[in-house]
Each structure stands twice: as structure tokens, then as C-alpha cells.
């Protein structure tokens, strides 16, 4: 366990009050001393460990009460020890103090610790950039790189700005920003996130973000955005130890007066019981531990690649209990590909490609320029075109050597007189013809995420009620894809305003919270409807990202069970640490009130709770 230099000196002051405070204690259990007759010698037996391990708490009290803050943990804990002072209770009185700053040292430490998952997110900004000018390398601040710069990267080295490569072929280290241990094998033309890291060979990067637009400038951004937005859970808390603690106080007071009018009590009890009733009802273990654990649940999900903007956003997708999904781009690739060919009797696959790759050639349409992909794939080459003409809302005419190719819908095969079939398939279908005749049909479509089937069914597993999609896609292909995935309602047809219209139906008709998910810059309006929006980070667009409370940093589905469950868990560790700690205190300042409670009892309320708290708080880092 290492410990900076102010846990440290907090550490060697906790030792060696503890050492002249067990001196003391032997002093008077061998009667060296006697409590009674050598009253003032005793005093500053023990207030020299008291002030010790104790002075900076005296400090701070008295700087809050300057600045008008009255009523804190550290006020209670010195008109707690002053009182035992005052009616002799010398080594109870250090004891308090000691155990309460063994108790702060518990906590800093696992403060500490879940800030680690935060300190190793910000270490990923980049310190400088290889900047190429000319044949000459020249290092340089990232900020004053501009687009279409070439940068140079070397083994080992962070990725400084996002970019793609165009020279060089590695293994990069993605893990800071995803939370995935695999690396990661780019080359030529491939896009690279600033904040990486390059595993092994030199990468030359064309920049196409400048610094303050890039990955990892947004990471940043957010990781630091996050402690700003609290959980209602922290609010409630901070708003009732406000109110709370000056209560205590002034029934402390009230106890130490009334006790002795009302029972037959002497004053020093009465002291002794207000005392036992201050250190018990310091709300430190809830102050500390609520907060704590937001902070660990955040750090938790950082760690998985998964950014959550604020505890407030952690505690809403925790009683989310409906998923409404996007589909292009966040449970499909967004990106067409040919998954089928059918053929016509007397046709082959060849003869299919050939001709529809002759149409399409110079398309600039994602479906024409997922045929021509295909075709270089599989090395099949074109027919050559004579002429290309384009028929509007119908597809291509190409005029070749060996007759007239027609590529497109079935309206156009209709206005040529050519026959047509139906076709069950999902996704988009290109009828090819030559010289009057059809040779078969391409099945273009926007694959399916290898993940999304298992996001979806691991979300129900976890107590999601509903799972919805919301596309602007044709109600076949929506459909099919979400007959595929287990979906249990599909919305087609939808333009960006009609999405958040549809999504606005669902909030109304909502039992718990509804979670958008999204990655294009037509879904930030509904991002920003939701009660949870989330967006995918490493492709999705700055809008989204923007608009969204939590961002996958990697575009998998399946993340979206690891934020579920790091939410879930985050929230159930609150609660226990609020109704533990409270009955807890509720039990023991009954007892105090009654003259049943020692100050070790009242010691073990305080600091025993607030370290079990801690403890319980930093399990949320490890869900």
C-alpha cells in the first residue's frame, strides 16, 4: 500500500500518539498514576497525544467558524472532546480523537484509490506531437498541430491527435481509452485515436482533428465534467448534514441542561451523555462514504471504457428499466455490405457482379460503392461500360459490349418490361439485367454488430423490462434486423423529429427511467430527451457525444451491461451505507440518551461506522 507524503505524515502522527497514549494508559493501570490525585499531571499526560494527532482538526474547526461553518464534523468532534476533558475523561477523550483520525486516514487512502482510475484516465493526454516538416521531425506542443499535418509516431509513443495512418503498419495499445486489453493492428488507411498507444514500428498520421476537438481532449473533458454533476443521493446528503448536525448539537445542549433537572443524574453525566451523543451523531461515515462511492462507480466504469458524466447520471441508469435503440451505426456497422448474391437459372455469381460493378462504376452511392468493394474483393472484373445513365428513384442504366445492364429497384426493371421475384431476404435489393434479361439480385445490407444479439439478451438477463428500436431505415430491414436481435418493438420510418416524438410516447407511458442509445448527429436531440443518453464515442458524431450523459468509448452494445451493472451495484452500496449508518446511530443515541452508551460506544457509531462505510464504498471500483 503506498501512501503520499500527507497520508504519511497523518500516519507517523497517528503512531506516535497511539505510543504516548498507551504509555499513559499503563501509567494508570500499574496506579503510577492516579486519575483522582494527579488530575493535572494526567491532563497533560494525555492532551500532549491529543494535540498531537488532533491539531489540524483544531485548526480547520476554527477556520470554518471564521468563515461562518459552523456546524461540521470536525466542530462536533472538539466541543465532543472538550466536554470529556472537561469531566475527566482523559483517555476516552484521545481515544476519540485517534480513532477519528485512523478513520480519516482510512478514507483518504480510498479516496485515493478510486481517483487512480481517474489520475490514469487524465495520463493519456498526449505531451507533445512529431510534427514532419519537410525531412526534418520537429516535437511540438498537440495544440499547435493543425489538420492535414503529418505526424510521426513512434514505438511506445501516445497517439497525440486522431488521425489516419498513412504510412507504417502496428499493434496499438487502445486500452485507455475502451478498457480493452487486446491491441488493436492498424495499417494504411486505417483511423487512429489520440490518447492510444504505439505498441511497436513508426506510423505516419495525417491529423484530421485538431488538438481540442480530438478523442482524447473529449475524454478529458468529460472525466473532469463528471464531479460536477451529483447524484440526488449526494445532494440529499449534503442538504441534511446541514441541517442535521446543528440539531444534534442543540439537543446535546438540551441534554446536558435537562438531564439533571428532570432524573436524579449529576451534571458530569449528563456531560458525559451529551458528549457520547455528539461523537455518535457525527454524519461523517455518510459525508464521506455517498460521494465516495459515486466516485469509485464512475472510476469502475472509466476503467471499462464506459465514460459517465456525473453520479446523478450513474444513479438514473440504475432505474432504467426500457433501452430505446438507434440502429444504423449502434446495433448495426453503418456501413453496407454485400451479404448475398442470388442468381438466376443460367447466371453465376460472376456474371452478376460483373455486370452490376459495370453500372455502378464511378457510383459514389454506399450501396454502388459496397458492389464495386465486393467485386475487388473477390477480383472479379467489370464489364466496360460504353455509357452510364442514371434513372432517378430507380437505379442505373450502363450501356456495354455485350447489351444494355440495368442495376436498381424493381420500378426499373418494370419500366424495361424484365420480370421480377419477390425477395425475403434483409436489407436492400439490387436487381441486375443484361440484354433483357435478369441475371439475379445483390443483397445489400448494413451488418449487424457481433455484439448487439448479446447486449440485448444480457440487458433483459439484468431486469430490463423493454428493449426498443428507433430507425429511419424501410419497416422490412427494421424489422428483420429486429426480429434478429430479439427486440421487443420496432419503430421504422422515422426522420430525427419524428424519433424524439415516438420517443416522448414511450417517457409517457414509462414506470421507471427510459435510456436512449445513439451515435449520429440525428440522434442528439433524442439523447437529450432521455433520461439517460447514450452515445457511442470512438465513431459517433460530436453532437451525440455532446448531448449524451455516458459515452461507450468503444462502440460495443455489450458495454451497455457493464454501465448497468457498475449503476446498479453503485446505487445499492448507497443505500446500504445511508440505512446502516443511520440505524446505527439511531440504536446507539437512544442508548446514550437513556445513560446506557459509553463514549467506546459512541467511538464505535462514529469511526467504526465510517471506516465499515469507506470500505463498503470502495467496493463500487471493484464491480
Known amino acids: 500500500m503506498s501512501l503520499n507524503a500527507k497520508q504519511k505524515k497523518l500516519l507517523t502522527r497517528i503512531v506516535l500518539a497511539a505510543v504516548l497514549f498507551l504509555a499513559g494508559m499503563v501509567l494508570l493501570w500499574t496506579k503510577v498514576l492516579d486519575e483522582e490525585g494527579d488530575m493535572w499531571l494526567c491532563l497533560v ?34 466541543v465532543a472532546t472538550f466536554g470529556a476533558f472537561a469531566i475527566k475523561e482523559f483517555e476516552e477523550t484521545v481515544a476519540v480523537m485517534l480513532l477519528f483520525q485512523i478513520g480519516e486516514l482510512f478514507q483518504s487512502i480510498a479516496v485515493g484509490r478510486s481517483r487512480k482510475s481517474i489520475a490514469d484516465m487524465m495520463d493519456i493526454a498526449p505531451e507533445y506531437a512529431n510534427l514532419l516538416k519537410g525531412d ?79 478523442t482524447v ?13 451529483k447524484a440526488e443521493a449526494e445532494n440529499f446528503i449534503h442538504r441534511f448534514a446541514k441541517i442535521y448536525t446543528p440539531v444534534v448539537v442543540i439537543a446535546a ?59 446523478n447520471y450513474l444513479e438514473a441508469l440504475a432505474k432504467a428499466d426500457t433501452f430505446v435503440f ?23 455469381e460472376e456474371e452478376v457482379v460483373k455486370a452490376a460493378a459495370a453500372a455502378e462504376a464511378g457510383s459514389t452511392h454506399p450501396i454502388g460503392l459496397s458492389i464495386l468493394e465486393y467485386a475487388r474483393k473477390k477480383e472479379i472484373s467489370a464489364d466496360k461500360a460504353l455509357s452510364i445513365e442514371e434513372v432517378p ?90 426480429r434478429l436481435l430479439g427486440l421487443d418493438e420496432i419503430h421504422s420510418e422515422l426522420l430525427p423529429d419524428q424519433k424524439v416524438s415516438e420517443l ?32 457511442m464515442g470512438s465513431l459517433g458524431s460530436d453532437a451525440a457525444i455532446e448531448a449524451a450523459d455516458i459515452v461507450l468509448m468503444d462502440d460495443r452494445p455489450v458495454k451497455l451491461v457493464d454501465a448497468l451493472k457498475v449503476s446498479v451495484k453503485t446505487n445499492r452500496i448507497v443505500k446500504e451505507n445511508i440505512y446502516g449508518s443511520l440505524l446505527v446511530k439511531f440504536v446507539v443515541l437512544t442508548l446514550g440518551v437513556f445513560g446506557l452508551a459509553t463514549m467506546w460506544l459512541a467511538i464505535l457509531a462514529d469511526v467504526g461506522v465510517m471506516v465499515a462505510a469507506v470500505l463498503n464504498a470502495v467496493r463500487s471500483y471493484r464491480t
Not at 217 to 229: P, W, Y
Not at 285 to 296: E, K, Q, R
Not at 436 to 458: F, Q
Request: with cysteine; aromatic share 4%.
Open 136 to 214: 526534418e521531425v520537429e516535437r511540438v506542443d498537440p495544440d499547435e498541430v493543425e489538420i492535414d499535418d503529418i505526424i510521426v509516431v513512434r514505438s511506445g509513443e501516445k497517439i497525440p491527435l486522431d488521425g489516419v495512418v498513412i504510412e507504417g503498419k502496428s499493434m496499438i495499445d487502445t486500452s485507455a481509452l475502451t478498457g480493452e486489453s487486446v491491441p488493436r493492428t492498424v495499417a494504411t488507411g486505417d483511423e487512429v485515436l489520440a490518447g492510444c498507444i504505439n505498441g511497436q514500428g513508426l506510423l505516419k498520421v495525417r491529423v484530421v482533428k485538431e488538438y481540442d476537438d480530438s
Open 45 to 78: 499526560i494525555f492532551l500532549v497525544p491529543y494535540l498531537i494527532v488532533g491539531y489540524d482538526i483544531l485548526i480547520g474547526a476554527a477556520k470554518n467558524i471564521a468563515r461562518g461553518e459552523v456546524f461540521d464534523e470536525k466542530f462536533l468532534m472538539i
Open 217 to 229: 481532449a473529449k475524454v478529458l473533458e468529460l472525466v473532469e465534467e463528471a464531479s460536477d454533476n
Open 326 to 348: 438507434d440502429k444504423t451505426g449502434t446495433l448495426t456497422k453503418g456501413c453496407f455490405e454485400v451479404t448475398k448474391i442470388i442468381c438466376e437459372a443460367g447466371s453465376s
Open 504 to 535: 416522448s410516447k414511450i417517457l409517457s407511458k414509462k414506470s421507471g427511467n427510459v435510456a436512449y442509445v445513439g451515435d449520429g448527429i440525428n440522434d442528439a436531440p433524442a439523447l437529450a430527451t432521455a433520461d439517460v443518453g447514450i452515445a
Open 253 to 311: 445542549v438540551f441534554l446536558a441542561i435537562l438531564i439533571p433537572v428532570f432524573t436524579d443524574r449529576s451534571i458530569s453525566d449528563s456531560i458525559r451523555t451529551a458528549c457520547v451523543f455528539l461523537v455518535t451523531s457525527c454524519p461523517c461515515a455518510l459525508v464521506i462514504s455517498v460521494p465516495l462511492t459515486y466516485f469509485g462507480g464512475i472510476g469502475a466504469a472509466a476503467k471499462r471504457g464506459v465514460l459517465i458524466k456525473g453520479g
Open 393 to 482: 428513384g430507380q437505379g442505373i442504366k450502363a450501356e456495354t459490349e455485350e447489351g444494355t445492364v440495368l442495376a436498381g429497384n424493381p420500378r426499373l426493371m418494370k419500366k424495361f418490361d424484365i420480370p421480377t421475384k419477390e425477395c425475403n431476404e434483409i436489407g436492400s435489393f439490387v436487381y441486375v439485367a443484361k440484354a433483357g434479361k435478369l441475371l439475379g439480385i445483390i443483397i445489400v445490407a448494413d451488418e449487424v454488430k457481433d455484439d448487439s444479439a448479446e447486449a440485448i439478451k444480457k440487458l433483459k438477463a439484468a431486469g430490463v423490462a423493454k428493449t426498443i428500436m428507433l430507425s429511419g431505415d424501410k419497416k422490412d430491414v427494421a424489422d428483420g434486423i429486429g
